[in-house]
């Protein structure tokens, strides 16, 4: 006699709604876990997709993520003189929304260095790297536009010769990829009252000189056999920039901008986990309730407490696995149809079974505890 099997098979709409609660739950947590991955992947994106080995940008600031920085655009001819240094490329990133379609949409427009990079490094799905350096565009898919299309900004079209995958900024606005003179373009372009004011602060403050273009930072790729500590110390004597390595932006939007993020997500996790060992928990000792009368009998005709807790443990197993089989069909089902990037790795998908084991073995506590509290006599009543 199997007391758990034998409650699937003639409560089986109670199971099934007992596994589909877990479920629930279970793909709550997965959702949580990969959106928590996806936030970090999106944010470390530009990081470790340029090939980049230190970030140039404005003295006493740690950008061009983190915070604003402007530097001069012509910095990076200086820093191709320094001795190690194999390449810099001009950096800038900003978010502006766009009337495209009769629809405002959020566009993280990106500058690429162009001819030094055509967007060679992007992983594309349709079309080509940019050939020109004006008025052609890389777009991420999320954007919703397709090779050929001729996107309106500013007071120019952009011709979008390219669709890449998984290009977002930590908003998880979709990146528009343009050259630096264009990005430079519709990052100072205003109405025409705007220019009229902007021009006569020229005057009044620099004697009828326009200000220098700006960006946001430079990425300095080195030689092979280059010391970047050397480097490092070389580029900061001059002062008027800051230098930080890849690591250190990987520490700064892990550890000073996705910090509180990352804490409230781990915190909500922490407490679905709670929730579900509650709900199987409170599952197992109401269906353990129901079944006194047959842990009495078997009781009475000798059956040991190992056969009583074997039994509730196999049925906490049960719900658990038809739970979690259900949880990863829905996260393969719901989940890539989000908006934001959802991140679930093969690994993520094992420790959420692990712990879902460990749960089912808690909550299975529960009944375990009222059924050895369960007495022979109890047959009687």
Not at 170 to 182: A, E, F, K, N, Q
Not at 318 to 346: D, K, N, Q, Y
Request: proline share 3%; hydrophobic share 50%.
């Amino acid at each position: 006699m199997n007391l758990a099997r034998t409650d699937i098979r003639y409560h089986f709409v109670r199971f099934f709604l007992m596994t589909l609660g877990v479920s629930a739950l279970l793909t709550g947590t997965l959702g949580m876990i990969g959106l928590y991955k996806g936030i970090i992947f999106e944010a470390l994106l530009m990081i470790n997709s340029t090939g980049t080995d230190l970030w140039v940008v404005q003295a006493g600031r740690v950008g061009p993520f983190a915070e604003n920085s402007e530097i001069s655009d012509i910095m990076d001819r200086r820093l191709e003189g320094v001795p190690g240094v194999s390449r810099a490329r001009r950096f800038i990133q900003f978010n502006q929304q766009y009337e495209v379609r009769g629809r405002r949409l959020p566009i993280a427009i990106t500058g690429l260095d162009f001819p030094k990079d055509n967007g060679s490094w992007l992983p594309l799905v349709a079309g080509r790297h940019l050939y020109a350096g004006h008025y052609e565009a890389i777009a991420d898919q999320s954007l919703g536009f397709a090779v050929g299309d001729l996107v309106r900004m500013g007071l120019d079209d952009y011709l979008v010769v390219g669709v890449a995958r998984g290009q977002t900024d930590v908003g998880g606005d979709g990146l528009l990829y343009v050259s630096i003179p264009d990005s430079q373009t519709l990052r100072k372009y205003t109405v025409s009252e705007g220019i009229l004011l902007d021009r006569a602060r020229a005057i009044n403050l620099q004697g009828g000189r326009q200000p220098a273009g700006r960006i946001a930072a430079v990425m300095v790729t080195l030689q092979p056999n280059a010391d970047i500590e050397q480097v490092k110390s070389f580029i900061r004597k001059w002062g008027d920039v800051a230098v930080l390595t890849r690591e250190d932006e990987v520490d700064i939007m892990l550890n000073s901008r996705l910090w509180k993020l990352r804490n409230q997500l781990l915190g909500f996790l922490s407490m679905t986990f709670l929730v579900t060992a509650i709900v199987i928990g409170l599952s197992l000792y109401t269906t353990t309730l129901e079944k006194t009368h047959q842990i009495a009998l078997l009781k009475l005709i000798g059956a040991r407490d190992s056969l009583i807790i074997g039994m509730i443990v196999e049925q906490a197993l049960l719900v658990g696995a038809f739970a979690f089989c259900l949880s990863v069909f829905w996260s393969e089902v719901i989940f890539p149809h989000f908006p934001r990037v959802v991140l679930i790795e093969l690994r993520d998908f094992a420790f959420v079974g692990v712990v879902t084991v460990i749960l089912c073995l808690i909550g299975s506590w529960f009944g375990i505890r009222k059924a050895l509290a369960v007495q022979a006599q109890e047959v009687l009543s």
